[in-house]
């Protein structure tokens, strides 16, 4: 039986967690949240880069990604020009945006990934 690794663990989650050479990015939203969504966007995304590396993978191995939005309406365009200037060429990842309502006002972005390639 292959082991588990967890990263950033808590009582309440795992940041990301590899099984069998895959990773899997529980939803990854960013710190400051007075930016507007090409700033939120790219903080979450900066987190998955980092919990991507200590996983011994990177956005290149991309298998799935799900993005959530505040206002899809409003902020899918902007959050649609980071997301394209990230992914990696001709690697980008199959993909569902879509809107929800979240905890907190301020939080506009929450992104989760499934990475292929580990090598822990």
Excluded at 23 to 31: K, S, W
Excluded at 45 to 74: F, N
């Amino acid at each position: 039986m292959s082991d588990i690794t967890r990263f950033e663990v808590s009582t309440r989650l795992s940041r990301a967690a590899v099984y069998q050479g895959l990773v899997f990015i529980g939803g990854t939203t960013p710190d400051d949240r007075t930016q507007e969504i090409k700033g939120q966007t790219a903080q979450a995304l900066k987190k998955i880069d980092k919990l991507l590396a200590d996983a011994g993978t990177d956005k290149s191995r991309l298998l799935s990604a799900q993005i959530w939005l505040a206002d899809i309406e409003r902020d899918i365009g902007g959050m649609n020009k980071v997301w394209m200037s990230w992914t990696a060429p001709q690697a980008a990842p199959t993909r569902a945006t879509a809107q929800v309502k979240f905890a907190s006002k301020d939080l506009l972005v929450e992104i989760t990934v499934t990475a292929a390639g580990a090598t822990i």
